[in-house]
């Protein structure tokens, strides 16, 4: 059983890999932010030649923007390793979260108790309670609507002062966090507005949050499903490692190293790949191919194994 990750890396190796790396980490942001330019490009030519072209580049563009969030770059920079500056990563945590229409604080509290108490009751994001019926998954797909219209209510209230159930909210960081998040959709759409002069186009900017999930919604279920029985074994069992091309490893902030990632959380994302060679140098672990994952998960073999605790 390892829970350290002091039982094969010594110090000089352990600081090289929880150290950040800042032009890494700004290069990656700004391929981010160009890869966000040139498909909202993409949707305005494309639909001028046709509007079947603008469509499938709103719905990569949607896609891609999901990556910004908790399975993706949001995730990342809460952990405040991505640059060296901590200042930096909050504020981008917040960016983040507000595009995705999150609530920072939310997060801040649950990841934290995830970490330190993996697949406790009241460790919500490993048991996630999302939905596989027919009709969410045509959702997570097409457009969640019913996500929409659930973020945006839960946003106006708290920014309000109140909980859902209009209860007063103590905490006034859960406050803030709804503000900043209305305040910044707001502002982008009343920029995409004056910019492009578009009803349709600030519409598709509108929806793009709420659009395509389906993908990042299959990574985030990866990370941790079907392993409730290992939970007792530390991250390299309860957590899972799985290989995928760069372009989507990149895109997702290289979570799919989310064993590696839960042994040593300090690790900024871009040095995960580095803590798994060794990790695999060493067999301590073993990554499965998403398609073994997609396989097993369907088959429901994954909850029979939790449900026999073996």
């Not at 797909?141 to 209860?167: C, E, H, S």
């Not at 997702?252 to 803590?275: G, I, K, R």
């Amino acid at each position: 059983m390892i829970r350290s990750a002091t039982n094969f890396l010594d110090k000089e190796e352990l600081k090289a890999l929880t150290t950040s790396n800042n032009i890494k980490a700004f290069t990656d942001l700004c391929i981010r932010i160009l890869l966000s330019v040139l498909l909202i490009f993409g949707m305005i030519q494309g639909y001028d030649i046709h509007p079947l072209i603008g469509v499938i580049f709103w719905y990569l563009y949607s896609i891609q923007l999901h990556f910004w969030g908790y399975a993706g770059l949001g995730h990342e920079v809460f952990h405040r390793k991505v640059f060296s500056n901590k200042k930096l990563n909050q504020w981008l945590f917040y960016w983040c979260s507000a595009i995705t229409w999150n609530n920072s604080r939310f997060f801040a509290k649950s990841h934290l108790y995830h970490h330190s108490h993996t697949f406790e009751d009241n460790d919500s994001e490993a048991t996630s309670e999302t939905s596989w019926r027919g009709f969410d998954v045509l959702l997570y797909l097409l457009i969640d609507f019913r996500l929409m219209v659930k973020r945006i209510r839960y946003t106006l209230v708290n920014a309000a002062g109140y909980y859902p159930d209009f209860t007063l909210i103590e905490d006034k960081e859960i406050t803030r966090a709804a503000q900043r998040t209305l305040m910044l959709n707001l502002l982008i759409l009343i920029f995409v507005y004056s910019i492009s002069q578009s009803n349709l186009l600030t519409l598709a900017i509108g929806l793009a949050p709420f659009t395509g999930s389906l993908l990042n919604k299959v990574l985030a279920k990866s990370q941790h499903h079907g392993l409730a029985s290992e939970s007792e074994k530390g991250p390299l069992s309860h957590s899972r490692t799985i290989p995928l091309p760069k372009l989507l490893s990149f895109l997702y902030a290289n979570m799919n190293y989310h064993a590696e990632h839960h042994l040593l959380p300090s690790v900024p994302y871009y040095n995960l790949p580095d803590l798994h060679a060794v990790l695999k140098e060493q067999k301590v672990i073993q990554p499965i191919s998403l398609n073994k994952f997609l396989q097993t998960w369907i088959s429901g073999k994954y909850e029979e194994q939790d449900a026999k605790g073996i």
